[in-house]
């Protein structure tokens, strides 16, 4: 219904532009004729000419040009509006007679048989490329737009495609860890279940196509307190928030994947000297967000190629192009990243 809507727009402003060219161009005509006569003869003369002119015009618009040239028979096109062109001369010359008969007037100009078919052929020439170069410009600004459209919807698709991606793979690592809680009988688990639920909100209610800074460092939050939960003692893990403003407009579920990452690798929770250290800060004009963590899991390459990752440099060259700053560093025992965002 909207996009019929629209389509009923686009046609009403369409022919509400060509009916003020004619208007236009008939009173142009009107005026320049009124210079040599007036009355009733120079209305229907002038009548008659912009009714051929929009014969021809509409000729080359809506046939010569989607049939032919756009086709590249660019031959065809034109031997058919010469012959247009022809025809349009006369027509023109038997209604000049006819309204010259009628009124008893004489030829406008006193010009040969050859320099008046020569006039008007050029004239007529230059109706039917101006005609034809309109639709192709015309053509040429559609299918840009069209195909921008079309870019969008793929984008938005995809964009969609691996949110739909990365909120299952989170919430189910969390549905992992309250598992273990229930096993163990322990106490955590109603308050771990309450963190899950704030997720959830926000992973299937609050995650549109922006969300503010506050929300995203809300879920990182809640997700570290669902984690900690798991273990009882004090786990080197810890988020240093230096944002004061935090309603900064972003990418939902931007860093999540990334501290989904540092827990897999870092051997936290199961080795003493593992820790994960994050830090978020604003730093010349850019919201920096960094990740360190130990190499904990030695049998196991840390890298940015599982699905979190993966998706989050797919999101982040469709959402920032050549707006972002996605690092790695590691050495034998430490792995970072860290990803820096222009603000707006």
Not at 86 to 104: P, Q, T
Not at 235 to 245: P, Y
């Amino acid at each position: 219904m909207a996009n019929e809507t629209i389509n009923n727009q686009s046609k009403a402003s369409f022919w509400g532009i060509h009916l003020s060219f004619w208007i236009v161009m008939f009173s142009l005509i009107v005026y320049l004729m009124a210079l040599i006569v007036d009355g009733v003869y120079l209305f229907q003369r002038s009548l008659v000419l912009v009714t051929i002119n929009v014969i021809l015009f509409y000729a080359c618009y809506f046939w010569i040009v989607p049939t032919y040239i756009q086709k590249k028979k660019i031959g065809k096109a034109a031997v058919l509006i010469l012959l247009l062109i022809l025809i349009i001369i006369v027509l023109r010359s038997i209604g000049d007679r006819l309204l010259m008969d009628k009124f008893n007037q004489e030829p406008l100009y006193d010009i040969p048989k050859r320099g008046r078919f020569i006039l008007m052929f050029s004239g007529e020439l230059t109706f039917a490329i101006f005609a034809c170069l309109l639709k192709l410009a015309v053509g040429s600004y559609e299918n840009k737009r069209k195909m921008a459209e079309l870019e969008k919807l793929q984008l938005n698709t995809e964009l969609q495609f691996l949110k739909s991606q990365m909120s299952p793979h989170f919430l189910f690592n969390s549905i992992n860890n309250i598992y273990s809680l229930v096993l163990l009988k322990s106490d955590k688990a109603p308050e771990a279940l309450m963190k899950l639920s704030e997720l959830l909100r926000y992973s299937l209610y609050d995650c549109h196509d922006k969300v503010s800074l506050r929300q995203e460092i809300e879920a990182i939050e809640s997700y570290i307190e669902l984690f900690r939960l798991k273990y009882e003692e004090d786990l080197k893990l810890t988020f240093i928030n230096d944002v004061e403003i935090t309603d900064y407009q972003i990418e939902p579920l931007l860093y999540i994947p990334l501290l989904e990452n540092a827990l897999k690798y870092s051997g936290i929770g199961n080795n003493s000297d593992a820790f994960i250290q994050l830090e978020l800060k604003v730093e010349n004009n850019m919201l920096v967000f960094k990740i360190s963590n130990s190499k904990g899991v030695r049998n196991k390459v840390q890298e940015a190629s599982g699905i979190g990752m993966a998706n989050i440099r797919k999101r982040l060259e469709n959402i920032y192009p050549g707006k972002y700053v996605f690092e790695v560093y590691e050495d034998d025992t430490i792995f970072e990243v860290t990803l820096k965002i222009h603000l707006l």
